[in-house]
């Protein structure tokens, strides 16, 4: 991640504002390109409303304005993790056990040369070591938390054609 010094400059802005609002930092990151984004996703006891993170967005934008912490033009976007949430920790994905994600990792994996984006199911998490089953007899994949790019939740949709007549 580019800017450590910003990311935390920028974590220690935001964190007190979303505990005001009653939510909870589910994380954030900043991704440049023309501009700079800075996605941050909030999280409720009965989830998030658009209101609420309308709302907050407010505030944090004026508090980064105020701070001057972001000296070039940048598009700020507060929002739910949702279905597909990234994870930000370890200790996140353990909550997801059984559940399929999608990692991606920074280098090609040990025991798969030449690739680093995977699907599998999350078996365990210890400590910063996931593990994940693969699909179509693939086997377990371990993965230390520190060689992931990006990693988040996959939402399988039901399906809803039981029942219907195919013509």
Known sequence: MTGNGLYEQIKDIITPLVDDAELTLWGFELASGQKMVVRIYVEGPEGVTI??????SRH???TLEVE??????YTLEVSSPGLERPFFTAEQVSHYIGKPVLVVLRDPHEDVPGRRKFQGEVKS????????????DEG????????LKKAHLVHI?????????KK
């Open 51 to 56: 209101a609420q993170c309308a709302k907050l």
């Open 60 to 62: 944090i934008g004026l």
């Open 68 to 73: 001057d912490v972001l000296s070039d033009a």
């Open 125 to 136: 998490v210890t400590d910063n070591i996931l593990v994940l089953t693969l699909p179509n």
């Open 140 to 147: 377990d994949l371990t993965i230390d938390w520190d060689d």
């Open 157 to 165: 949709f039901p399906d809803t054609s039981k029942g219907k007549k």
